[in-house]
């Protein structure tokens, strides 16, 4: 049995394929140019604040870019998964939606009744967003479209629908408007989509999740991405099978899978990454990409840096690999 993956070297897997350490064997001379290319990396970086996820793109760039990215729908904030914010290279957006969206959409889709909404109604509210959306329209915009079809969006329901839209792959967030949300058709800004289904969807989110954020287990891939235990366990057969990651014993003997290049990652590189003391935003992917988050936070921190009571991530600071309160 070979030895287990000790703790301080997962944690620097982490590092350096979440691009906050370098290493020769790492993704980083890989990765492409700009904010575009660091998103592309991290594939989809939660957004529920948007300036926070701006924030954790440029850190992992080392320069300012996001915000232009996001202005010019080269970056665009959507539902991809786990019906939250999220930031994506705009090429990925629609595989990802509709891969990793199908259980929240028939999550939400059970809600209509409490809301008061049945089929006839989202039907004519997506019929008429839908029509206005060729060009960015703003929520009170998207919500008096709903009234006009005899939808009220008050008592949530406006939000509703917007979020349920945007599971479905065809509407997304715009490029704000004087830091206000703006809801858009994704064809009419973003018409290069990545054609992906089955199991091509299931070997590029399986390996491009682990290239950037192994070491991983099963229910950490399920939480990120929201797919079911069975998908994957697919994906991860696949790119095992394609040589892409393999399986490791975690510290604590879990099963764990990590990616080819870090078998290749040095003993002083590891050091080298452990030795940087990195302040990270609020709701950071090196907290939020993994439903076991003991490896890199004590616990004890959960209600000092999240999720407290209220779903929250505050920022936190990273110090030898481990996530400390600010």
């Not at 290319?37 to 850190?59: E, F, K, P, W, Y």
């Not at 990651?245 to 975690?250: C, F, L, Q, T, W």
């Not at 209220?310 to 920022?315: A, H, M, V």
């Amino acid at each position: 049995m070979s030895r287990p993956l000790p703790l301080d070297r997962l944690r620097a897997l982490r590092l350096v394929g979440q691009l906050l350490a370098a290493s020769a064997a790492g993704p980083r001379g890989s990765v492409g140019a700009g904010a575009v290319g660091v998103a592309s990396h991290m594939l989809a970086t939660q957004a529920q604040q948007r300036t926070a996820a701006i924030n954790a793109i440029d850190l992992r760039n080392g320069s300012a870019g996001a915000a232009e990215a996001l202005a010019s729908s080269q970056l665009i904030r959507s539902w991809s998964q786990r019906g939250t914010h999220q930031l994506l290279a705009a090429c990925d957006v629609r595989w990802m939606t509709l891969l990793c969206s199908p259980r929240v959409l028939a999550a939400s889709a059970k809600r209509r009744p409490a809301l008061g909404l049945d089929d006839a109604a989202v039907d004519r509210a997506r019929d008429a967003l839908f029509a206005a959306c060729t060009e960015p329209v703003t929520r009170d915009t998207a919500y008096g479209l709903f009234a006009s079809v005899g939808v009220d969006p008050q008592g949530g329901r406006g939000q509703h629908l917007l979020r349920h839209f945007g599971g479905e792959g065809e509407i997304v967030q715009g490029p704000p408007v004087g830091g206000g949300d703006t809801f858009v058709l994704l064809d009419a800004i973003a018409p290069g989509q990545h054609d992906l289904h089955g199991d091509a969807a299931l070997q590029e989110v399986t390996g491009r999740y682990l290239g950037s954020r192994g070491a991983a287990g099963v229910k950490d891939l399920q939480w990120w991405t929201g797919l079911t235990v069975r998908e994957v366990r697919r994906g991860l057969s696949i790119i095992e099978s394609a040589g892409e990651a393999h399986r490791v014993d975690g510290p604590s003997g879990e099963q764990l899978w990590i990616p080819a290049w870090a078998e290749d990652v040095s003993a002083a590189e590891v050091e080298a990454a452990l030795g940087r003391e990195i302040t990270l935003p609020a709701f950071d992917e090196y907290l939020l990409s993994y439903s076991d988050r003991s490896h890199v936070m004590d616990p004890a921190h959960q209600f000092s840096i999240g999720p407290g009571r209220n779903g929250i991530f505050k920022p936190f600071r990273v110090v030898r690999g481990e996530a400390l309160p600010l």
